[in-house]
């Protein structure tokens, strides 16, 4: 509870002088009716009028300290949050193949990726978001959702090995794509992260853009891999993984082109650090359209404090002139 006008709260400081000033004229006597003795007066039986003689003076005061209070204006206040968010629609689209376990990011390309992705939807406020991955082949790891905890938990999952290997750039776009093909959102973003050249797949990277770019929906791409040469995994003649050093081939020519044709933007990540910056940066660039409405609601509670002063106003008359009545 608040007041409207608090300062008008000193006023019940006249309380204590009217208090003051009832104790003095009570201590003064004042006696309507002069008699020789109050020996005989003395012994009488104090009954309910003695005990309620101040009763009436202590009415009138609390009446006066309501009407003070009434007067400053008491208030319930409420206050409201009112959330409008215009969300964007975002498919993450994540190359899965063996040469995503490549040991030039650390501890490899995929668990970076992973971690990276993790941290960018948990940024994500009001957005629906969904998983598809490929590799050989492409599959949707998880439709469009804003329930984060569940699509964290789905991209902790992710693993390589679960499907053909390959690179099928061209139908992890399209999987995407389909995902964002009933959407309404105002904006539609697929964040497209590979490490190869498309080899696998009946769907061309270029067709798949231009069906994207038909639809209204924006890719950016990155190209995963450090410069250069990079430790790949490999099995040994016994069956055991070892790592050697390979070439990194990433078709950097056809991601800037799926970028172009969408109005996106293709980006590079040589290690996990420039991975983050470019989802930072991505975060940035597609920004969701939130409005917060402050609302304030004042309920005012001055009549309670009126009525009640009221009432004791009218139970002060009621017990001097009937209960107290004096002698004129």
């Known amino acids: 509870m608040k007041f409207a006008n608090p300062y008008l709260l000193w006023l019940l400081v006249l309380v204590v002088p009217m208090v003051a000033y009832y104790i003095y004229r009570t201590l003064q006597g ?100 969904g998983l598809a991955v490929f590799a050989g082949e492409s599959f949707t790891q998880s439709p469009l959702t804003t329930d984060k905890g569940s699509l964290q938990t789905l991209l902790a999952r992710l693993r390589s090995g679960v499907i053909e290997d390959g690179t099928a750039i061209g139908n992890g776009l399209a999987t995407a794509i389909n995902r964002l093909r009933e959407s309404e959102a105002k904006s539609k973003v697929i964040i497209l992260l590979t490490d190869g050249v498309n080899n696998r797949g009946e769907i061309a990277p270029l067709m798949a853009a231009n069906i994207a770019a038909d639809m209204g929906i924006k890719v950016y791409t990155i190209g995963v891999g450090t410069r250069g040469q990079a430790p790949y995994p490999a099995l040994d003649m016994f069956g055991n993984m070892v790592f050697q050093m390979m070439d990194v081939e990433i078709d950097e020519d056809t991601l800037e082109k ?9 980006f590079r990540a040589t290690d996990k650090q420039k991975l983050k910056a470019i989802y930072d940066e991505i975060n940035e660039l597609e920004k969701s359209k939130v409005e917060i409405t402050d609302l304030t609601i004042y309920h005012e509670k001055y009549l309670i404090f009126v009525l009640a002063a009221i009432a004791l106003l009218v139970a002060e008359f009621l017990l001097e002139k009937i209960v107290l009545k004096r002698i004129p």
């Open 30 to 129: 004042g006696a309507a009716i002069r008699i020789s003795s109050v020996a005989g007066a003395r012994k009488a039986p104090r009954t309910l009028r003695y005990w309620l003689r101040h009763a009436p003076f202590v009415l009138r005061m609390a009446a006066v300290s309501l009407l003070v209070v009434a007067l400053a204006r008491p208030q319930d206040v409420e206050e409201q949050s009112r959330t409008n968010a215009e969300g964007i629609d975002i498919m993450l689209s994540i190359d899965i193949s063996s040469s995503m376990l490549a040991r030039d990011f650390t501890p490899d390309r995929l668990t970076a990726a992973k971690e990276v992705a993790g941290e960018f939807i948990a940024d994500r406020y009001g957005d629906r978001i």
């Open 258 to 266: 799926i970028a172009e044709q969408t109005g996106g933007k293709y």
